[in-house]
C-alpha cells in the first residue's frame, strides 16, 4: 500500500535530491562552497517543512558537517561556545524553578488584574509588557527568560491549558513580542548592535539612538504591536476562555521571596550591562547556579533531569549555519550577486527602498536575523551609489529586513520562547509568515512615506 506523500514531504525531498546534486557534482562552480550552500539549504528546508523534529534536522547538521568535513569544528559548533546558547539554557532552569515555586503563577495572577480577564486583553497587555521591557533589558533572550514562565501561568490562571488555542495565542504573544516589538529601540536586540558594531567598525560612523527611534519605533515597533495582536487573536481564537475564581494566594513563601530576590538581581544586571560588561548569558547563569544551589533556590537534580534540552541543539544549529554561511564564503557570493542584478535606479526611490529591504529579508533567509548586518553593510555603499540614497540611509534600512523574518528558525529567541512553552513549530511558523506578509505590504510604504516625511529618502 503506497503512503501518501503530504507537500512538505514532497518539498523536503526535493530540496534533499537538489541539494545531493549541488554537493556532490557542482554545477554552479562554486567549489567548496558547493558543500556549504547543499548543507544549508537541506538544514533549513528541514526546519521550514517540519517533516522532522527540529533537534533531528540539528544533529543531522552537525553530523554532515563534521561527516564530509564542510566545515571545522570550531564552525559548525559554534552556537555552542555563543552566549545565546547558553542564556537558553539558563532560562530552561530558571523557568522551572519560577513555575514548581508557585511564583509565576502569583505574578500572572497580578498581571490578569492588570490586563483584565478576558483573553484578547490579555494577549494586548503582554505585547505592551514586551515592548516596555525592550527599554529596559538589552536582549530579547532575557526578555524570553524573564517572561515566558511568567506568559505560561498567565494562561493557565485564565484557563488555557498547555495545547488549547488560548494557551498558544499568549504565550506566542509572549515570544514573538520579545522579539519583535522592541526593533525600534536601538540597544534593545542583537541584530541592532550588530549593525551598529559593523557600521562603526567599517565606516567610522556611529548610528545615534535618538535617528534611530524617531525612523523605527512608530511603524515596526508601535503599529506592529497591534498587527500581531490581530494576527494572534483571528489564528488562535479563545473566546469562552474565562479567569479560574480561586482564592487568593496568601503571603509569599520562604523560597518566593529568595527566587524574587535572585530575579531583580538578574533584571538589574541586565539592565545596567553597559555599565559592568558582563553578557546577559553569564548573569543568566549565575541565577540558574543560584536557582541549584540547595538552601537559595528550588531546582533539585530530579526537576533538572526533566528539563527537555533539545531546543538547545537547535539553536546552536541555527547560529552554526550563520558561522557556516560566512566561513565558506557562501554570504558574500550570495550578496555581490544579488547586488550586480538588484533593479536600483536613482529615480525610482520606493521601487529602490522596497528592493533593498526585500534583499535583506532575502539573505537573512540563509542566516537568520543577526547574519543580515554581516551580509548587507560591505555592498552598502555599491547599494547607495546605485539607488541615489545617502549610506545611512542604506544602513537604517537593514532594520526592516531583519525585523521581517518568514520562518521560525531566523528568530533564536522566538525558538527559544516557543521550546519553553512547548508550542508546535507549525503555529509558529503560520503567525510569523502572516506578520511577515502583513508588514511589508502594509507597514513597509507606510514607513517609506514616512521617512519621505523625515527628509531620509
Not at 544549508?40 to 547538521?61: D, H, P, R, S
Not at 508550542?423 to 521617512?451: C, Q
Amino acid at each position: 500500500m503506497l503512503t501518501r506523500l503530504s507537500f512538505p514531504h514532497v518539498i523536503a525531498g526535493v530540496t534533499i535530491a537538489a541539494s545531493a546534486v549541488i554537493g556532490l557534482l557542482d554545477p554552479f562552480g562554486l567549489g567548496a562552497v558547493s558543500h556549504a550552500l547543499a548543507l544549508t539549504a537541506v538544514t533549513i528546508v528541514l526546519w521550514a517543512t517540519g517533516v522532522v523534529a527540529e533537534y533531528k534536522a540539528a544533529l543531522l547538521f552537525y553530523t554532515l558537517a563534521m561527516l564530509f568535513s564542510i566545515a571545522p569544528a570550531d564552525v559548525a559548533f559554534a552556537g555552542f561556545s555563543a552566549g545565546a546558547t547558553w542564556l537558553i539554557f539558563a532560562g530552561l532552569v530558571i523557568g522551572v524553578g519560577i513555575n514548581s515555586s508557585g511564583l509565576g503563577e502569583r505574578i500572572a495572577k497580578r498581571f490578569s488584574i492588570l490586563f483584565g480577564d478576558t483573553y484578547n486583553r490579555t494577549v494586548l497587555g503582554v505585547l505592551v509588557v514586551t515592548l516596555v521591557l525592550g527599554f529596559i533589558l538589552p536582549s530579547s533572550m532575557g526578555r524570553v527568560v524573564l517572561l515566558m514562565p511568567i506568559a505560561m501561568a498567565m494562561a493557565k490562571a485564565l484557563g488555557h491549558e498547555p495545547g488549547t488555542s488560548g494557551y498558544v495565542g499568549i504565550t506566542l504573544a509572549a515570544g514573538f513580542g520579545c522579539f519583535f516589538m522592541p526593533y525600534g529601540i536601538l540597544p534593545a536586540n542583537i541584530p541592532n548592535v550588530v549593525l551598529l558594531g559593523i557600521v562603526e567598525d567599517q565606516f567610522d560612523v556611529s548610528l545615534i539612538y535618538g535617528d534611530w527611534f524617531v525612523l523605527h519605533f512608530p511603524l515596526i515597533s508601535g503599529l506592529k504591536i497591534f498587527f500581531l495582536w490581530g494576527l494572534i487573536v483571528h489564528i488562535f481564537p479563545a473566546e469562552g476562555a474565562h479567569a479560574q475564581k480561586s482564592g487568593a494566594m496568601g503571603s509569599m513563601s520562604r523560597v518566593e521571596w529568595k527566587l524574587t530576590i535572585i530575579m531583580a538581581a538578574v533584571l538589574l544586571g541586565w539592565a545596567t550591562d553597559f555599565l559592568h560588561g558582563v553578557s546577559p548569558a553569564w548573569v543568566g547563569m549565575a541565577a540558574a547556579m543560584l536557582f541549584m544551589t540547595p538552601g537559595l533556590g528550588n531546582v533539585t537534580s530530579q526537576d533538572f533531569a526533566k528539563i527537555n534540552f533539545s531546543v538547545i541543539f537547535y539553536v546552536a544549529a541555527i547560529l552554526g549555519i550563520g558561522s557556516l554561511v560566512n566561513h565558506s564564503g557562501l554570504g558574500k557570493i550570495l550578496a555581490e550577486n544579488m547586488a550586480a542584478v538588484l533593479p536600483l535606479a536613482p529615480d525610482e526611490p520606493f521601487q529602490n527602498y522596497m528592493t533593498i529591504a526585500l534583499t535583506g529579508i532575502a539573505m537573512g533567509t540563509f542566516t537568520a536575523a543577526p547574519g543580515v548586518p554581516i551580509l548587507m553593510t560591505p555592498v552598502a555603499e555599491q547599494m547607495a551609489e546605485a539607488s541615489g540614497f545617502s549610506l545611512l540611509a542604506v544602513l537604517m534600512l537593514q532594520a526592516l529586513s531583519f525585523s521581517t523574518t518568514f520562518l521560525v528558525y531566523q528568530s533564536a529567541p522566538v525558538v527559544v520562547a516557543m521550546g519553553l512553552a512547548g508550542v508546535r513549530l507549525s503555529d509558529g511558523t503560520k503567525l510569523m509568515f502572516l506578520l511577515a506578509v502583513l508588514t511589508i505590504v502594509v507597514i513597509f510604504p507606510l514607513n517609506f512615506m514616512w521617512w519621505r516625511i523625515l527628509g531620509w529618502i
